[in-house]
């Protein structure tokens, strides 16, 4: 029988997803001929699927974005308190489109790819809590598959 296809209306199937994307953008880093521009938009598609995770954690609509200010004020609105080293990471945003087409973007630096992947493991972390927190107050009602 083949399996079906995981629910994208599971918090933990876009955490899962976001954690893939963090360890692409960890580790892309020892392989030979990758743009470090390609690994920070691993590390902001890790925070924005994290940040996604948590909405639909907390039962809300986001829109197609990868405007993470964006992602960061629905949560907001719905309640949970957002760390500031969380609001950082919305700078990662300028990592969704620029920094993967040549020309568009200054090459990014070591320093910067450092930073994008902290940040993104910052967001991951704080999403993992907010859903497995609130998975486990009230599994039933989060994930509908």
């Not at 924005?48 to 639909?56: D, P, Q, R, S």
Request: aromatic letters at 6%.
């Amino acid at each position: 029988m083949k399996e079906r296809p995981p629910s994208p209306a599971n918090p933990q199937e876009w955490l899962r997803r976001a954690k893939s994307n963090l360890i692409q953008a960890r580790e892309g880093r020892h392989l030979p001929e990758v743009y470090l521009e390609d690994l920070c938009f691993q590390a902001q598609q890790a925070a924005e699927k994290a940040l996604k995770g948590v909405l639909i954690a907390l039962g809300i609509r986001f829109p197609y974005t990868h405007d993470l200010a964006d992602l960061l004020s629905l949560i907001e609105r719905a309640g949970p308190s957002i760390p500031e080293s969380v609001r950082d990471a919305a700078i990662l945003s300028g990592y969704a489109v620029e920094a993967r087409y040549p020309g568009l973007a200054e090459p990014i630096t070591d320093e910067e790819y450092e930073e994008a992947v902290a940040l993104a493991e910052i967001v991951v972390r704080w999403a993992e809590k907010i859903i497995i927190s609130g998975l486990s107050e009230n599994e039933e009602s989060l994930v509908k598959e």
